[in-house]
């Protein structure tokens, strides 16, 4: 398996688990004790993504609007429905961005 295909799993599997805990979030199950787990895994995607995105050379360009629409979460507040929209977006963009740089 080349570098680019792990990195690529990797951070899928990260966004997958910030998508679960921001969706627990969501609903109210965990608010007290899971903030700080989702604001990491949220950095950790973020840096992921990139890394991914490097690794993959110039296909790694498909990773970009991922990699813009993850940095303009923090501009959406928590709780709101633009959030989650945002956060579906990313996990779209990201998804394409995986078949291209694949």
């Given at each position: 398996?080349?570098?680019?295909?792990?990195?690529?799993?990797?951070?899928?599997?990260?966004?997958?688990?910030?998508?679960?805990?921001?969706?627990?979030?969501?609903?109210?199950?965990?608010?007290?004790?899971?903030?700080?787990?989702?604001?990491?895994?949220?950095?950790?995607?973020?840096?992921?993504?990139?890394?991914?995105?490097?690794?993959?050379?110039?296909?790694?360009?498909?990773?970009?609007?991922?990699?813009?629409?993850?940095?303009?979460?923090?501009?959406?507040?928590?709780?709101?429905?633009?959030?989650?929209?945002?956060?579906?977006?990313?996990?779209?963009?990201?998804?394409?961005g995986v078949w291209?740089?694949?």
């Amino acid at each position: 398996m080349a570098p680019r295909h792990l990195a690529l799993l990797l951070s899928a599997g990260l966004l997958a688990l910030l998508l679960l805990l921001g969706l627990s979030l969501q609903l109210g199950w965990r608010r007290d004790l899971a903030r700080w787990p989702h604001h990491a895994l949220f950095f950790a995607v973020c840096a992921g993504v990139l890394v991914a995105g490097l690794l993959a050379g110039l296909r790694g360009l498909w990773l970009l609007p991922a990699l813009a629409l993850l940095l303009t979460m923090p501009r959406t507040k928590p709780g709101r429905a633009n959030h989650w929209q945002r956060a579906l977006l990313c996990a779209a963009a990201f998804g394409l961005g995986v078949w291209g740089a694949w």
